[in-house]
């Protein structure tokens, strides 16, 4: 399959070129960005043939079947509509837009158009989530409790950008990494969350917008999820914690890009590790997607789930401005 890629980012140069390229006959064909200048630099750095400002130029291009969509956020939405209706399967960062009926026009549209829309939701690709969520199907822990989940991380000097002072391109923390939570905590409890409460923050990073959040959600089986993220926090780790009637999971660093991160699962019987895949998360992603467009199986993460993931980060938002609890709102996506 042959790629446009829209936006020369670092996600796309770091994970997805060598993701695409992975795949049998993967190839990436363009990149689009609005720098002409940066556009270039990229292109031939990462060896690919053909570079332009003009998306409309790239989607034309009748040989390319698929486009990935990795610019700043508030691009997402109509970068990705064009890509849409020129009749491409997409793959679209998180958070897919701005605005929760924006994402659900997106996946409408794509519906409409009887074409492929899945979100970059990475961490369903890990052989540790997966393992996870098999053993909470599986019932080893009984019935889920709590989760604690710890995504407090330290944003690295290169990505200090839109991410802590743009606003208006969608940055701050709760679109880029609460988003991700949620996901997580949908994909392992097979349930979406349904009340949230929430402080946020500006801890020495965020420039007009929150740097830092922590939150508390309800699901609709009663068990109660707590979730801290943040982007100035150098040692804090990442984890995971799953507890149940039966058992508790315990995961240490697995909330990041890489096959990595140890998981325990502690019940009467005792402590014991869990066995993990430690493959590429985004080559498994990009499989996924595969298989969703071959019609043999599904995206990692389609595109309702990327409506329902935003729609948790944009509620715990929400929650943290109002001081109150909020309703998760889903808007029209079942
Ligand atoms: P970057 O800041 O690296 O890139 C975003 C955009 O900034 C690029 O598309 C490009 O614009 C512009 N840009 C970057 N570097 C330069 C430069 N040197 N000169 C001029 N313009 C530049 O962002 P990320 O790669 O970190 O994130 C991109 C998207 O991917 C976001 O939506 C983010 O949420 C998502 N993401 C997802 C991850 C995941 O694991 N699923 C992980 C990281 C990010 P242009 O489009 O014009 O080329």
Redesign the pocket.
């Known amino acids: 399959m042959r790629w446009v890629f829209?936006?020369?980012?670092?996600?796309?140069s770091q994970?997805m070129l060598g993701a695409v390229r992975a795949q049998d006959g993967g190839e990436v064909a363009w990149v689009?960005?609005?720098?002409a200048a940066?556009?270039a630099a990229?292109a031939a750095e990462h060896g690919v043939p053909n570079v332009t400002t003009d998306l409309a130029e790239a989607l034309a291009d009748d040989r390319c079947e698929a486009v990935y969509v990795?610019?700043?956020?508030e691009?997402?939405l109509p970068q990705a509509m064009a890509a849409i209706k020129a009749g491409k399967h997409v793959l679209c960062?998180?958070?897919l837009a701005m605005r929760i009926a924006e994402a659900a026009g997106m996946v409408q549209a794509a519906e409409e158009a009887g074409v492929t829309f899945a979100t970059?939701?990475?961490l369903r690709c890990s052989g540790s989530h997966r393992a996870m969520r098999a053993l909470i199907a599986e019932g080893k822990i009984g019935k889920v409790l709590s989760v604690r989940l710890f995504h407090a991380v330290h944003l690295p000097p290169h990505?200090q950008?839109?991410?802590i002072n743009d606003a208006a391109a969608?940055g701050g923390v709760i679109?880029?990494i609460t988003v991700?939570d949620a996901d997580v905590v949908r994909f392992l409890l097979g349930e979406d969350p349904k009340r949230v409460v929430a402080q946020m923050a500006a801890s020495g990073m965020g420039e007009g917008v929150e740097d830092s959040a922590m939150s508390v959600w309800t699901m609709p089986s009663g068990a109660m999820v707590m979730s801290h993220e943040s982007f100035t926090h150098p040692f804090a780790g990442s984890g995971l914690e799953v507890h149940g009637t039966e058992g508790s999971i315990f995961a240490s660093g697995v909330m990041t890009?890489e096959p990595v991160g140890e998981v325990e699962l502690v019940t009467a019987a005792g402590r014991a590790p869990v066995e993990v895949s430690r493959h590429n998360l985004?080559e498994q992603g990009v499989s996924d997607f595969y298989s969703a467009v071959a019609g043999t199986g599904r995206a990692a993460a389609d595109g309702p789930d990327g409506v329902k993931s935003l729609a948790v980060a944009m509620a715990v938002r929400d929650a943290a401005k109002l001081g109150q609890a909020v309703d998760v709102d889903y808007g029209e996506i079942s």
């Open positions: 829209v936006g020369a980012s670092t996600i796309a994970y689009v960005s609005g720098s940066h556009g990229w990795s610019s700043t956020n691009k997402h960062e998180k958070p970059n939701h990475h990505l950008g839109w991410r969608g679109p880029d991700h890009q985004y």
